[in-house]
Structures are given as structure tokens and as C-alpha cells.
């Protein structure tokens, strides 16, 4: 299957470019970075592309029968204009692109952070309510409400947790703060958290797009 990967340089991409080139995927990736863009090589075909600039995209959908949405903007802060324009306007431009090419499925990399931060100690389900608290967190859910209810194309959205795994923004930091001792301890020492490494999110957004669910 050819396969388009956005975010491909993003934490989740690489390792997610990596799954689908190990099951016989032929997987082409976009940049904005013209200079940065991968040699064709091993299945990975590298395009430029820049998901807020719509104009950028027109080429590099043709052919492809299955887009893994999975570029963003994720920060715990920021202007919320920002991240309206990456993760909502950004996916419309994303969706308009599968239109015009054709192409019947994407999967959507949204995340866990659409359900906010609850206030109750019981496991979250995908019934729970979505109560989403800062920008990051509505942006996403946004993105979600454009591509489910739309027909054209059919999409499956994944909602990850907290990714940590080698090289992760937030491991870096946990690490840097272990190792000057500036770690802070809340509460009792007995607080749950949902964490998920990247390759079993990278497997799951494959699954995903194989099983549809």
C-alpha cells in the first residue's frame, strides 16, 4: 500500500514511518525543509509540503491510498490563533488535499488531552466526557469534529496519552531535573499516570488503519 506520513520528523513520526516501512508499506513523507528531505531510499519517498500552506500540498497526495495524519503543534502553552492554524486549519488543508487526490482514508493522530484532566480517579474511556482545558487540548478536538463529520473521506481517530520514550521532550526533562535534583514531589507518592512508548503507538495507528477501529 502507498502510504503518506505527515509530521514524519516529529517524536510519533519516526518511529511511525519506521512500523509501516517494516510490514512492506511504501511510505512517502512530507517537509517543509526542502533541504532536509530524505533521499529515496528503502520505500521512503520524501516530498515538500508544509500542511498550513494548502498551495504546497497539490502534488503530494496524487497516488496514495492511505494518509496518516500526524503533524502538530503540541504544547502545554501558546497563543491559541497558533494552534488553530497547525492542528485545525492545518488538517482542513490536510483533508482538502485527500479530496482532491482522491484518496478514501485517513488516520488522524489526535490525542488523549481531549478529555482534559479529570477530576475522578477512575479509568477514562472513549465515552468519557471530552472536556478539553487549554489550547492544545480544544485544537485537537477541533481537528477531530472537522474530520468526523465530514463524508468525503473516511477517518479514524486515535487518542495516544502521554508519549515517553527515548528522546521525548518530556523524558528529556524528567531526566535533566533527576539529575540536578529539582525533580518536584506531589501528593502521595501514589498518583496514576497513562504512558504509552512510541513504537506501540506507531503499531497502533497501523492497526488501526487495517482494521478500522
Given at each position: 500500500m502507498h502510504v503518506l506520513v505527515t509530521g514524519s520528523s516529529g517524536f510519533i513520526g519516526g518511529y511511525l514511518v519506521d512500523e509501516l516501512q517494516a510490514h512492506g508499506h511504501l511510505v512517502r513523507i512530507i517537509s517543509r525543509e526542502p533541504e532536509?528531505?530524505?533521499?529515496?531510499?528503502?520505500?521512503v519517498e520524501a516530498c515538500h509540503g508544509d500542511i498550513t500552506r494548502p498551495e504546497t500540498l497539490r502534488d503530494d497526495f496524487d497516488d496514495v491510498d492511505l494518509v496518516f495524519h500526524n503533524a502538530a503543534l503540541a504544547a502545554d502553552h501558546g497563543p491559541a490563533e497558533r494552534f488553530h492554524r497547525v492542528n485545525v486549519a492545518g488538517t482542513q488543508n490536510v483533508l482538502d488535499a485527500c479530496r482532491s487526490a482522491g484518496v478514501s482514508r485517513l488516520v488522524y493522530t489526535s490525542s488523549a488531552g481531549v478529555y482534559?484532566?479529570?477530576d475522578r480517579e477512575e479509568p477514562i474511556t472513549e465515552g468519557?466526557?471530552?472536556?478539553?482545558m487549554n489550547a492544545y487540548q480544544r485544537s485537537k478536538l477541533q481537528a477531530e469534529h472537522l474530520l468526523l463529520e465530514q463524508e468525503d473521506v473516511e477517518t479514524i481517530a486515535v487518542r495516544p496519552p502521554l508519549v515517553l520514550g527515548p528522546s521525548a521532550p518530556a523524558a528529556v526533562l524528567l531526566l535533566s531535573r533527576l539529575e540536578k535534583r529539582k525533580l518536584p514531589f506531589f501528593g502521595s507518592?501514589?498518583?496514576l499516570?497513562?504512558?504509552?512508548?512510541?513504537r506501540d503507538v506507531a503499531c497502533c495507528l497501523r492497526l488501526a488503519a487495517s482494521r478500522g477501529t
Open positions: 532536509q528531505l530524505l533521499e529515496d531510499d528503502g520505500g482534559g484532566f479529570p468519557s466526557p471530552m472536556r478539553p507518592g501514589e498518583n499516570l497513562s504512558l504509552v512508548h512510541p
